[in-house]
């Protein structure tokens, strides 16, 4: 059976891909849905960031006997860390799938509100309980999916994460500029973006595609959730990809 990587997005969890799974051909197909560390953790003596959870990925690849050369599915940050996988081992990807992935591009334009955020959330441990309970009230009110946090319920936002870990994520991803390295990379890509992704809107979500040499696009009916809203858009790219 050919293997299948299943990488989630920030404050995603692999159960995320539940949907996909379960529409993928068992004769065909072995599945593998990986869970990330908190960002910023130690992992090895080295801090996570979204270089070395590659090379987590390849740990668990190891650790779990997968095969390779496999293909490569990751969500919003889990596909900038399947673009480093496949930068740095090209042999072992077959193909890549990538959803709701933006162009991490410095420097990046952030405006004051998203600024004072990341201070906050990177400096002051107290504040993960205040936003956190924040959190919990506003994704039990029906205006707050209608907004760019949209998201939060099905993502689970902060559930697993700290919100330093959260903050300090955000801040790499737009204070760091992968055009070079996504220019090297060779594997055959798809690229699925959701029509109703308020969360990409603003942050460079189409820069990724001329920069990648064998790649093409594809708008799905979808918010920045594709594999939850869309599994079967998932399931058709990745038997494309095949």
Known sequence: MKPVVFLPGLSYR???????????????????ALDFPE??????????SLQTYAHYVQDVVHE?????????VGQSLGGLVALHYAHMYPHRVAS??????????????????????????????????LVKKGVKLMSYQNIIKRTRFG???????????????????????????????????????????????????????????????????RAVDATHSVPIDTPHEVVRAIYDAD
Do not use: E
Not at 16 to 26: E, F, Q
Not at 40 to 48: A, I, P, V
Not at 173 to 181: E, G, H, W
């Open 64 to 72: 779990q006997n997968i095969r390779t050369p496999m293909i490569l």
């Open 151 to 217: 998201y939060i319920s099905t993502a689970d936002f902060l559930k697993y994460n700290s919100l330093h870990a959260v903050c300090s994520c955000y801040r790499d991803i737009f204070t760091y500029d992968m055009s070079d390295l996504v220019r090297g990379v060779t594997t055959k890509t798809t690229l699925l973006y959701g029509t109703r992704d308020t969360v990409l809107h603003k942050f460079r979500a189409m820069d990724l595609y001329p920069l990648l040499k064998h790649a093409h696009v």
């Open 96 to 129: 890549l799938v990538l959803t709701s992935t933006p162009l991490p591009k410095h420097p990046h334009k952030l405006n004051m509100l998203y600024r004072a955020g990341l201070a906050v959330g990177t400096r002051y441990k107290k504040a993960d309980y």
């Open 39 to 48: 960002y910023g953790s130690r992992y090895k003596d080295k801090q996570l």
């Open 14 to 32: 692999s159960t995320m891909w539940d949907g996909v799974k379960k529409l993928l051909s068992p004769a065909i197909y072995a599945p593998y």
